[in-house]
């Protein structure tokens, strides 16, 4: 596939190029390991992303939900924020959803754009789920992530996924696909938020009806919000920065 031969010639580019550069600069740990290892290069960092640098609890209060499902408060809210293609994985969510004896209890907000639309419209319909709602993407997504009860990643790659570092901003529980790069890292192995094989849908139906059964065990990983949070700021990745030039000069 197109893909596929796109992501054969960055890797031979990579391998080629970054071996001639001073400094690599990757976005997470995972990430930069596997940079070190396909370009050989010992001078690859990470430097995380500074996500902090938003208020987030005051744009998530910016303005109110009045629209369903939010103003339905007989269900829990499920938000899943993502473009609709393949390596997102929402078909995951809704498979996983379909397991659930208590599906008509929740409802599945996902934003996003993209060509896979139809295809998960279709498959709630074929499973009967008429609490899907898809929404285009907003500049502003933090009121919907703010009135929502539990936060779902299934992406099958990431780089270091700005969502998870944002849910936690705003104390949601979430569970995660422990998809290279990224969500391992920002959850901190599993301790501030649940981590499941990719694609592996049986194992997120079972955390959703946990989460359902006993939201306490997802409360309990709030407590290690604040330790993973503080590394996101702009003043950490300010600081890494002017160190990596200074060496260099």
């Not at 599945?108 to 074929?126: C, F, H």
């Not at 997802?218 to 702009?234: D, G, I, T, V, W």
């Amino acid at each position: 596939s197109y893909q596929d031969i796109k992501g054969q010639i960055i890797i031979l580019l990579a391998k080629i190029f970054y071996r001639f550069s001073t400094k690599i600069i990757c976005n997470s740990q995972d990430l930069a390991e596997e940079i070190r290892s396909l370009s050989k290069s010992k001078n690859v960092t990470f430097i995380y992303n500074p996500t902090l640098k938003q208020n987030f609890k005051k744009l998530s209060k910016r303005f109110k939900l009045n629209k369903s499902p939010f103003k339905d408060k007989n269900k829990k809210i499920i938000i899943s924020i993502g473009r609709l293609v393949d390596n997102k994985n929402h078909l995951m969510l809704l498979k996983a959803i379909n397991l659930l004896k208590e599906k008509e209890k929740i409802a599945l907000v996902i934003i996003g754009e993209g060509k896979n639309r139809k295809l998960l419209i279709d498959y709630a319909n074929k499973i009967k789920f008429r609490n899907l709602y898809i929404l285009n993407y907003r500049k502003n997504l933090y009121p919907y992530l703010l009135n929502s009860d539990l936060k779902i990643l299934t992406s099958n790659f990431e780089g270091l996924p700005n969502v998870l570092i944002e849910a936690m901003a705003l104390n949601k529980p979430i569970i995660s696909t422990n998809s290279p790069t990224g969500p391992r890292e920002i959850l901190l192995n599993g301790k501030a938020g649940f981590l499941i094989k990719r694609n592996d849908f049986k194992s997120l139906s079972s955390k959703i009806h946990l989460f359902l059964k006993n939201p306490k065990l997802f409360n309990k990983k709030k407590l290690y919000y604040k330790e993973s949070l503080k590394r996101f700021s702009p003043e950490n990745s300010l600081k890494k920065y002017a160190n990596i030039v200074d060496d260099i000069i």
